[in-house]
């Protein structure tokens, strides 16, 4: 190999990290996650889900019209090895509230996508919304993935948002990306490595500690401002 034609570190000692499985269960402090189910979770989300349809606007499937053509969608999608998704229990509310998957799955090069992720407003903006995320996260750095992404619709403010303040660092938009429900889409893509990772996580455990919170549930210190230093790179959309 030429001298002046660089190349990158070599990985030591390199094993590629197990896939996830139906069979985790992500127990936290507020909340559950379990695989999804159609039998199991679909009549409830989909009550969760009724009257807000807009929760569907930036995702590939939906609005369902009925509790039936939900379950029949959960249950073929289920079905894949990819996407693994995940039912979400907010257990102060003792309620399912949404689901998650893990995504574009690639063991040999230690890469996971978080994806595919519908809140109902109930969800939205709960402790356990974010103990949520920050499980899956959790478990994929703990697995040996070396790095997690997030992608999104680039018009989809408030996913752009949420990226960011979970610590991902923008890392550009892909034009044009894909065609989804016969609209242009163009995506825009965040990560977080694994060497940022311990700091991260002591991000999402100062946050999520109960002293981080009043009598009236209202946070002391925002997560953003706690993941603000571990990220490589700001959203210019925000």
């Given amino acids: ?30 909340a559950r996650l379990e695989a999804l189910d159609a039998d199991a979770h679909a009549a409830l989300l989909h009550q969760a889900f009724d009257g807000h349809d807009w929760v569907w606007d930036y995702l590939p499937v939906g609005p369902f019209a009925s509790s039936a053509q939900f379950h029949r969608w959960v249950k073929d999608a289920t079905s894949a090895g990819d996407p693994v998704f995940f039912a979400i229990h907010d257990k102060d509310a003792d309620a399912w509230g949404g689901f998650a998957s893990f995504l574009r799955i690639t063991p040999d090069m230690g890469t996971v996508e978080v994806g595919f992720i ?9 402790r356990a919304a974010t103990e949520a995320m ?28 949420a990226a960011q303040r979970f610590g991902f660092s923008y890392e550009g938009t892909f034009r044009q ?32 500690d109960p002293s981080n919170f009043d009598d009236t549930s209202h946070q002391r210190e925002a997560l953003s401002d706690l993941t603000r230093l571990v990220r490589a790179a700001d959203d210019p959309a925000l």
């Fill in 177 to 208: 990306d894909r065609i989804v429900k016969g609209r242009n889409r163009d995506t825009a893509w965040f990560s977080v490595i694994d060497r940022e990772w311990p700091a991260l996580s002591e991000a999402f455990r100062l946050w999520l």
């Fill in 134 to 161: 920050f499980l899956m996260m959790k478990w994929a750095f703990e697995a040996g993935y070396r790095r997690y992404e997030w992608k999104c619709d680039a018009l989809n403010i408030p996913s752009r948002r």
């Fill in 1 to 30: 190999m030429s001298q002046d034609r660089p190349v990158g570190p070599v990985v030591e000692n390199w094993q590629p990290p197990p896939s996830p499985s139906r069979d985790l269960v992500f127990e936290g402090r507020h």
């Fill in 118 to 126: 519908a809140m109902a407003p109930r969800l939205q903006r709960t």
